[in-house]
């Protein structure tokens, strides 16, 4: 069965995300879309754990809440991404397992309501900084649209400075393709050295 490049890389995703949350894990879905990443993320968690997820278009959080239902684990919030910070609850910091991104525009929405630069680095500056130790930070990136390829080139840039200490960066995508195809960024947190007694 063959399979669109953006449809590899959400299997990849979701397969990864599976392999690396548990029950009871605290995770956020960045750009809540229609609703598909949460609600893996949310089976991923379980009723014990929590997904918070973020978007700026009523719609979206519409779309999301229908898909999940009345799942305990998880909560909508109609916001900016770049407000992560201020939105989430003080005691999630350093105890997120992962912060999922999907970049671009809504679909079925409106195509000119997109994610832009600013915002996303915003976002992903906040959001490493509340990602647990081994948690992972994962970002998929959509040249194609309008506006989309000035920000996956941001977007990368971010990922090339983080220092290698910091953790591993892996880049999935699908080359045998003639137009820009979407592309998915995994970094995994690196445990923090114990101090020295």
Sequence with gaps: MWLSPLKLITHWVHDGLRSHLRPGDWVVDATLGNGHDAASLAQCVGPSGHVWGFDVQAAALDSARARLGDH????????????????????????LRAVV????????????VTTTPDSTLKALAAAIEWLADGGVLCCTCYPGHQGGESECHAVLDWFDSLPSHRGALTRIESPNTSAPSPFCLWFELHSSPTPAH
Excluded: K, M, T
């Design 101 to 112: 991104f999907n970049l671009g525009y809504l679909p079925g929405g409106d195509h000119r």
């Design 72 to 95: 305990p684990a998880f909560e909508a919030i109609h916001a900016d991404h770049a407000r992560l910070a201020e939105q989430l609850p003080e005691e999630a910091r350093r105890r």
